[in-house]
């Protein structure tokens, strides 16, 4: 609209909104098939082209620019909300950290007033910060800004204690992150790409423990080849060969026959098209049952060297299935094993 008519931006920004102008704007325009038109009460009165039509185009350009204004005010506060939200706490996790930081970050509450004005910010939250108030004599810095300034020191520290922290990390996540575009370059983008390379990390330790150990056995099966039948030519076993077995050899294992769930990939049921080994229950287990199904894993580790390199296969299978990611689907097996001091699992 104001390409051929530049002169509209101008007109526009002199004009005062007020409530008969944003009646008259809803009473102005329809839309017929996506094309916009005057509506058939205007149709009579306004000619298009006349300079009646062009103060109504006026109006609707000085109405969305309004809308444009409110919707940037709202995200600014919006973001400003994370600060006094420290008040409860930083977060779960250091992503709620990064988040909340970053919604201050965005505020521009660290420029200069030069700087600021170019920032588009819609709001000048740096009162906020970093004034210093008198007192009776005694000089304070705000609550807030307080608050603002613990977080920020937290966030410092954290490399010291979370690998995802650390420069070089930082540094990886923020080569994968430039492949993203637009709205999915968010934090929370960020925070699965950090996921995503703490899985593979850990995956690549694993295997190295593996090797340095002289483990060849259990490197086997850590290839896609024990889930998918048709990839098995460079692995010896799929995952339902192992699992055969270990039922053969311990016919009254409660863990192999009644918690664990076999579902071959040319089951009819099985959506993901992939051998799958689940836990046979949507509930809670209690820590009675957990401590009883330990106890059988470690017997079955224990019985010989068979089943013990079949339950190495096992939890294998568990951790190429799922990347190597503690998901919640896994989550339980994976503490089975570990309640029972597996070795090789730390």
């Not at 521009?108 to 939250?125: A, H, T």
């Not at 650390?166 to 709205?183: C, N």
């Not at 330990?294 to 079955?300: E, K, S, T, W």
């Amino acid at each position: 609209m104001t390409t051929d008519k530049p002169f509209l931006l101008e007109n526009a920004a002199t004009l005062r909104m007020s409530t008969e102008v944003l009646t008259e704007q809803l009473n102005a325009w329809e839309y017929v098939g996506g094309v916009k038109t005057l509506s058939k009460t205007f149709t009579g009165e306004v000619e298009v082209g006349s300079e009646a039509y062009e103060k109504l185009e006026e109006a609707e350009l000085k109405v969305l620019q309004q809308f444009l204004t409110l919707e940037r005010i709202k995200r600014a506060t919006n973001k400003f909300i994370a600060l006094p939200n420290f008040i409860d706490g930083i977060g779960s996790s250091t992503l709620d950290l990064e988040r909340s930081l970053k919604s201050l970050n965005d505020l521009d509450i660290n420029k200069s007033d030069s700087d600021f004005k170019n920032s588009g910010v819609p709001i000048d939250f740096r009162k906020f910060f970093g004034q210093i108030n008198d007192i009776g004599g005694v000089k304070t810095q705000p609550y807030l800004t307080t608050l603002y300034r613990m977080a920020s020191m937290i966030n410092k520290v954290t490399p010291s204690v979370f690998i995802s922290k650390t420069k070089p990390f930082e540094q990886i996540t923020d080569i994968v992150l430039s492949h993203y575009k637009g709205a999915a370059r968010s934090v929370e983008s960020r925070g699965e790409i950090k996921k995503s390379i703490i899985s593979y990390l850990t995956a690549k330790s694993f295997i190295h423990r593996l090797k340095t150990r002289g483990d060849g056995k259990r490197l086997v099966t850590l290839d896609n080849g024990i889930i998918y039948p048709e990839a098995s030519e460079n692995t010896p076993l799929i995952i339902m060969d192992v699992m055969r077995r270990l039922m053969k050899n311990n016919p009254d294992s409660y863990f192999l026959y009644d918690f664990l769930k076999p579902i071959t990939y040319d089951n009819p049921n099985n959506k993901q098209m992939i051998d799958r080994i689940v836990a046979n229950t949507w509930k809670t287990v209690p820590d009675a049952m957990m401590v009883e199904i330990g106890r059988d894993i470690a017997n079955i580790y224990t019985k010989d060297e068979q089943n013990y390199q079949d339950m190495n296969h096992l939890l294998n299978y568990l951790l190429v299935k799922d990347g190597f990611t503690f998901v919640k689907k896994i989550s339980f097996l994976l503490k089975c094993y570990a309640s029972c001091n597996v070795e090789g699992y730390y």
